[in-house]
Nanobody
Framework: QVHLVESGGGLVQPGGSLILSCVAS????????MGWYRQAAAGQRDLVARQTTDGITKYGDSVKGRFTISRDIAKNTMTLQMNSLKPEDTAVYYC????????????????WGQGIQVTVSS
């Protein structure tokens, strides 16, 4: 019922910057955690960054100091500012919303976007 849409991916050179955006749409829902995960061609889906409604922020070790996550909780939007990009950052990036409550339902659910490609190459 909650739809996540990513935008902003593409091709950038090493050392460059890129910003990803995600918007969650629907009605009568709340999201506790919203974040970015990525999956390289031969890898598993790993945490990039996540921020909760109560202000807890976590970054994956490989992106600390380079990436910055930001949420507009009221508007259900999120951005990821990526700086000093490396070829190792090349992956499909997925927007995630966790502990999503729909209406008065007692149990929350997780939602994922389609994923967008980020390629860092000369």
């Amino acid at each position: 019922q909650v739809h996540l849409v990513e935008s902003g991916g593409g091709l950038v050179q090493p050392g460059g910057s890129l910003i990803l955006s995600c918007v969650a749409s629907g009605s009568d829902f709340s999201i506790y955690g919203m974040g970015w995960y990525r999956q390289a061609a031969a890898g598993q889906r790993d945490l990039v960054a996540r921020q909760t409604t109560d202000g807890i922020t976590k970054y994956g070790d490989s992106v600390k100091g380079r990436f910055t996550i930001s949420r507009d909780i009221a508007k259900n939007t999120m951005t990821l500012q990526m700086n000093s990009l490396k070829p190792e950052d090349t992956a499909v990036y997925y927007c995630n919303a966790d502990r999503v409550f729909l209406g008065a339902a007692p149990t929350p659910a997780d939602y994922w976007g389609q994923g967008i490609q980020v390629t860092v190459s000369s």
